[in-house]
Every structure is written in C-alpha cells, then in structure tokens.
C-alpha cells in the first residue's frame, strides 16, 4: 500500500512564531571572540507571533508593514528570507506580514521566532528541500536563539545556544509579566559584575531544581522595573528571569492557580497566561497539514 505523499503549504495562510522561555540560564565561560558559553533550558509557550507569506510575481522580498524604527532591510524576517535566496538561489520573492504580538526587547525570542518560522515555511513554500541542519545553521548567522525555534522542541543547550539536545518537560501553566522597560541584551552581557564562570551542571541537576538565571542581579541592579516584577510575581510561584528579560515568569501546576496570579496582577502589569508546549506550535501545525513527518 503506497504512503499519502506530503501535502504542499498554501500562500496566505497563518503561520505561528511562539515564545520561548530560558527556564535556566549558567554563563559557563566565554570565547576569545567575546561570545559567551552557557547552558539553558528552552521551551516553548503558546503565546506567538503569526505571519502570513504572499506569494509575489518579482524577486523581491519585502514586508506587508513596517515595524517602527526598524528598517525594512533590517526586519528578521526579510534577512531569513533574503538567506535563503543567497543559500539556493531561489528566484521567487514573497510578501511577509508579521501580525506582532509577543513584547520586543522581552526575551521571548519574538524576532528569532519569526525568522525560524520565516526559514522553515518558506524552505516548504518555496520547494527548496534543505534540511533542518541546514536552516539551523543558517538561523544561527541570524541569531543564537533561531536554532531552536527551528528545531522545534524544548531543549538542553550548550555553547552560545546552538548545541540542542531534546528535553521532555513538564507542560505546566505560565504568567509572563513584561516590565515597562526594555534591556539591552549587550549591555548586560558587557556588565563587568555579570558571572561568567558558573559551574556546568547537568539536566539532572535541572530537573532537580537548579533554576538559577546568572544574569537576574545585574539585570535587577539596572532595571527597577524587572526587579519589582519578581518580587510581586513571587507572591504566587517560584517567579524567574527569560534570557535577559524584561520579561519574568512563573510556572503553575494548575490552570486555577495561574488564572488567579493572571487575574491578580493584569490591572496593574503587562501580564500574559500561556501553556508550556515541548513541542513548536508551528511544527505541531505542519504535522496537522501533514506537511512534515
């Protein structure tokens, strides 16, 4: 009995760039070109960005809106697919709208979502074939966080966040407070007080309960809003850092519980309830479309 052959992606369809969360987050070391090694831990929310390809008559790559401040030649998802192009020598261009929901400057890892899932429907829509190792390689000259959006899956990650072992977690409920301010990822990582020898630890350790994020104090000493988030998200759960931030959050083991934080802190804070997912919701909806295996 032969297989059903895989259905082709549809132009004009909406398609998800999730959140992520760094549940940890270890600055082990760092490289002679200034690149610093950690381990984290990714998962993915299901709280997402979503983008809408337009198939186009021109080669031209180019977005349905502008982003403000960001030039077009800039935006993400235009370097993704104008990589792409460079990598294969696709002809075709496409219209890119990006419906914008995930806070910039939050370290949700909105931006390297988009371009992840920039990669991965357009590699499907333009018929390019390459492999998932391939457009990981591509998302990292794109940023450390798009290999794992293009991966798909919560991951353990090593060396500058590249280096992804798949990780079964629990799927647990979350409030994501945004503070009213944005930190500047670089800044942080030039901080002359920011540990950068932690111990390696292993996913036991993780599943354990080591959760520390090396860089809550200095984001905490430069940021009142981020240090004010935690301390009133800690009245409900254990409340923690994504990344850099701004964005802080916490886990429930119950929808009731999240609810009530959510519910609790919505009339005076930026705050978000969402789903842990170990798998992308965008790869959830290509395997629903039969579009992957």
Not at 129 to 155: H, I, N, Q, R
Not at 189 to 217: M, P, W, Y
Request: charged fraction near 25%.
């Amino acid at each position: 009995m032969s297989q059903k052959p895989y259905s082709q992606p549809a132009w004009a369809e909406k398609w998800p760039a999730p959140a992520k969360l760094n549940l940890m987050l270890r600055i082990v070391g760092q490289r002679a070109d200034g690149y610093h090694l950690l381990q984290t831990v990714f998962q993915f929310i299901d709280f997402c960005d979503w983008i809408t390809f337009h198939a186009v008559d021109d080669e031209r790559v180019s977005l349905q809106k502008t982003m403000p401040g960001v030039a077009e030649a800039d935006d993400l998802t235009v370097r993704a697919a104008n990589l792409l192009k460079a990598e294969t020598g696709c002809e075709s261009g496409v219209r890119i709208e990006v419906e914008k929901n995930l806070p910039m400057g939050g370290g949700l890892g909105g931006g390297s979502s988009d371009a992840a899932t920039t990669l991965v429907v357009l590699n499907e829509l333009w018929g390019l074939k390459l492999s998932m190792e391939k457009l990981m390689e591509l998302g990292l000259s794109l940023g450390a966080d798009v290999p794992v959006f293009v991966y798909g899956y919560s991951s353990w990650a090593e060396g500058v966040g590249e280096k992804l072992e798949r990780i079964s977690l629990h799927e647990q409920w979350v409030v994501v407070i945004k503070p009213e301010c944005h930190v500047n990822t670089k800044e942080i990582f030039l901080a002359k007080n920011l540990t950068r020898n932690s111990k390696s630890i292993t996913i036991g350790d993780f599943i354990a309960g080591q959760h520390q994020n090396d860089c809550v104090e200095v984001v905490c000493q430069r940021y009142q809003p981020v240090k004010d988030a935690l301390v009133v998200l800690s009245e409900f759960s254990e409340a923690r850092l994504t990344g850099t931030g701004a964005c802080v959050f916490a886990q429930f083991d119950s929808e009731d519980e999240a609810v009530n934080a959510y519910e609790s802190l919505k009339n005076k804070w930026q705050v978000y309830l969402a789903k842990g997912l170990n798998e992308s919701p965008l790869f959830s909806r290509l395997k629903a479309g039969k579009y992957i295996s």
